[in-house]
């Protein structure tokens, strides 16, 4: 791809410094300033929304960077222009520290989903993660609405339930060869409704294996011929897999009741083993 200042680029709506590149259906915005989050930043150009074919729209949006990692978004709409929501918005802004005069350029590929190009100020393309910022206190609120959430989940026996399903299997298999551990250390969960959009890690697991900050992993199917990236939250509590594990469990595909077995390979690595639950039939 261009560097966009080559391409030829449409008409400006004038939200978010939103240049559109109606042809290729692609709108870009430079990151600077203290306020990431404002309404005009996350505003969609006028003449982007426009040319979106009507069965071309949602309002579930997901922003895919190039190394694999993506964001859900959802996308609201006020008398004046649709915009992104701050939740998702400020989790993708956070975790690819921008705010530096980075200029992303946005192309749609269907269904409000989005492959993101993001140039540094000299113009050269970022084509690898970077170190997240201190989160502001705009970029925790996302975070601190999951686990407010989870706990409630938790209290009415949603997350708790499901939490450990499994873990005995990894348990037993550590204490065997007289308590040295020769085994590749796993976790399995039955899939639920609520985890084709985020994953709990059982606690026990967790606390052995995932380091205390949260950071990027890989997941990679068990041939080793797909491999997705996501944020894997550790907290003090609970840990689960986050941005980026629905994009997963989309395109894996997951479905209700497939059991799934997670191999450690290392901090950030992992392989997933899916098989179907078993039908008792007489």
């Known amino acids: 791809m261009m560097f966009p200042k080559e391409r030829e680029i449409g008409s ?25 989050s404002s309404e ?18 949602s309002t579930n949006m997901v922003i895919r960077t190039q190394w694999g990692i993506s964001w859900e978004v959802k996308v ?50 970022i084509v690898t993660p970077r170190r997240r910022r201190p989160r502001t206190i705009a970029s925790l ?30 348990k037993k298999k550590m204490k ?13 969960i039955t899939i639920t409704k609520s985890y084709l959009c985020y994953l709990p890690i059982p606690k026990h697991f967790a606390e052995k294996h995932i380091r205390n900050e949260d950071e990027i992993v890989t997941i990679h199917d068990s041939n080793g011929n797909r491999s997705w990236m996501m944020i ?21 595909p997951l479905s209700v009741d497939d059991i799934c077995t997670f191999k450690f390979i290392n901090p950030t690595e992992y392989h997933l083993v899916v098989s179907e639950k078993e039908i008792m039939t007489d």
Not at 12 to 36: A, C, M, P
Not at 83 to 97: I, L, P, S, T
Not at 148 to 160: C, I, L, Q
Not at 232 to 252: D, H, N, P
Request: aromatic content about 12%; glycine content about 10%; charged content about 30%.
């Open 12 to 36: 400006s709506s004038g939200l978010g410094q939103g240049e559109v590149d109606v042809e290729n259906l692609s709108f870009l915005k430079i990151f600077q300033g203290e306020d990431l």
């Open 40 to 57: 005009s930043m996350r505003a969609f150009p006028y003449d982007f929304i426009r040319n979106v074919p009507e069965n071309d729209y």
């Open 76 to 125: 609201s709409v006020n008398p004046r222009f649709h915009y992104m929501e701050k939740r998702g918005w400020n989790q993708f802004v956070n975790d690819n520290a921008l705010g530096d005069k980075e200029l992303v350029a946005f192309t749609h590929t269907g269904l409000m989903c989005f492959n993101v190009n993001i140039y540094d100020e000299s113009g050269k393309e």
């Open 141 to 170: 609120s996302g975070i601190k609405k999951e686990v407010g959430e989870s706990r409630k989940a938790e209290k009415t026996g949603g997350v708790r339930s499901r939490r450990f399903e499994g873990g005995e299997t990894s």
């Open 176 to 188: 065997k060869s007289n308590n040295v551990d020769h085994t590749v250390p796993e976790f399995n």
């Open 232 to 252: 894997c939250l550790k907290k003090e509590t609970w840990s689960r897999f986050a941005s980026g594990w629905a994009v997963l469990a989309r395109e894996f």
